[in-house]
């Protein structure tokens, strides 16, 4: 499926340019410093490097990151500061800080991924070989919350189609199931069975191979921090933030429709499509509007969280109603 | 503890302690101290507050009874006035961050000329009202918040006098509504985690069955019929 850039957004104005210039800086630095560095430069992709470069303002650097892409959205970016110090990972409990606060001392490395159920390739995969030749992109996408807020967050990332295909789905393989981490050790806030445990989520086969729908492992250029669900999370743009599974051990192929988390816990507030619709309220509050992070007057929604072009077709004949 | 003690000394002390809130969250939010969303802080703590302010109010009477002092009851005015004055707060925050915010400003052109004219006014009042017929947990929020409005009018002596104290004393049982409705209007904007607004129904659910079950140990017996009436000779 080919990506429709919007008309109204000319790439040239999307990159913001003192980022840009301050990255370019950045690397100059390094390079000229560390050597670690030079092995990010020489072009050592996603794992290796993952692994080994160091030094970025925050964490570690991802090397190697394309740039670009069509569809980044033209706003003001928020600042890594709002991403990564409120966040709804209920893992590290239920408040915005919390997952900032108890998450610092999470285990990232090594990390596996279990792949199961109607596919050719199953088994278990370190996290070096899940993001094994995949060229690591930068996508700037609108991020809505079911709870009426937003960010502009510039994720990185590659198409979750890419690694669907390399476990080559069966014909009975219609969805994908989704799992995080269940770690009461590390995690306090599963200590509390305010959701089922672990928590799941699921894509329709036809949502999952978007080309939108990006299996994420970075964050402005750097290694995703653990209060955004690393080492891996999904970002799919026009789903309300819950459908973006964080810290994901099990990948499974199955046939029928999953019962994600949410719609586990109120069925009536939380379904499984969850697209963003400012037309659908949630039973509780309004949904046409959102507060974006740092901005005082609220925003319209938009339909699809503005990726209608890209992905309305994939419901036609949907009752956005009944499958909110 | 002496009389010029509690007026003197004690009261202002405890004025100063109820505003510490409030200077906090200015502080705060003046010195980049909240969350990435501080006008969600600011209308949450606000609330929470006025919830806490409830509680002691409702906690005076239990109090008194159980230690026999007397004076804590002298606090109970200036507890339920800071309950209302962060009601007002967390409601008018909701109005400006909420409301106001989410208005359309045709063309998105925001400058005072545009913004201040009696037609926000209008749209204003309309999403006000809009939310409080639409959402249940605001419905019930907004309930709270007026059943305060005659409590917070009627706080003066010359009131109390004027109502007499049996009439001043029913009217201003509706704080047992309030702070009833106030714990369901935290209940049911929470997400999936009740733990915080259980707390509170825990507390205020104990202050109420104090007051069944104070009255029943202590309430005159008046429902048994004697089963010979002795009629008053007038």
Known sequence: ?324 | MSDRTVRWVLKPLVFLAALVPLAWLVWAALTNNLSANPLEDITHETGIWALRFLCATLAMTPLRRLTGWNAIIRFRRMSGLFAFFYGVLHFLIYVIADRFAGLDFPGGDVTWSTVVTWQTLRKLMHAIGDDIYKRPYITVGFTALMLMVPLALTSTAGMIRRLGGKRWNQLHRLVYVSATLGVVHYWWLVKADVRRPLAYAIVVGALLLFRIWWFRMHAPVTWKKSPDPVRPSV
């Open chain 1, 1 to 324: 499926m080919l990506i429709k850039p919007a008309s109204d957004i000319r790439s040239s104005e999307i990159t913001d340019k003192k980022l840009y210039l301050n990255r370019r800086e950045f690397l100059r630095a390094t390079s000229a410093t560390a050597a670690t560095a030079a092995v990010a430069a020489t072009g050592v992709l996603g794992a290796c490097a993952l692994l080994e470069a160091k030094g970025a303002p925050h964490g570690r650097k991802l090397p190697n990151i394309k740039k670009g892409f069509a569809l980044n959205v033209g706003d003001k970016l928020n600042a890594w500061e709002d991403i990564t110090s409120y966040n709804n990972y209920y893992e590290f409990g239920t408040d915005k800080s919390d997952p900032a606060e108890y998450a610092k001392n999470f285990k990232t490395e090594p990390w596996k991924v279990t792949v199961e159920g109607e596919c050719a390739k199953k088994g278990v995969m370190d996290l070096e070989d899940v993001l094994k030749g995949e060229t690591l992109e930068e996508r700037v996408y609108r991020h809505r919350c079911v709870e009426a807020w937003s960010m502009i967050i510039p994720w990185v990332g590659f198409p979750l189609a890419n690694f669907i295909k390399r476990c080559e789905p069966t014909s009975k393989a219609k969805y994908v199931e989704f799992y995080t981490l269940y770690d009461p050790k590390q995690m306090p806030g599963t200590r509390v069975p305010v959701l089922r445990w672990p928590y799941v989520e699921g894509l329709r086969m036809d949502e999952a191979l978007h080309p939108l729908t990006l299996l994420v492992a970075g964050l402005y250029d750097e290694v995703l921090p653990s209060q955004d669900g690393a080492p891996l999370r999904l970002a799919i743009p026009w789903k309300y933030g819950f459908k973006h599974i964080k810290s994901i051990v099990k990948v499974r192929f199955v046939e029928r429709q999953p019962l994600n988390s949410w719609q586990q816990q109120a069925p009536d507030e939380y379904g499984f499509y969850a697209n963003v619709n400012p037309g659908v309220d949630h039973p509780r509050w309004s949904q046409s509007n959102e507060r974006r992070i740092g901005e005082f007057l609220r925003r319209r929604t938009l339909m699809f969280n503005g990726y209608g072009d890209q992905v309305a077709s994939l419901y036609t004949g949907l009752d956005l109603r009944k499958n909110y």
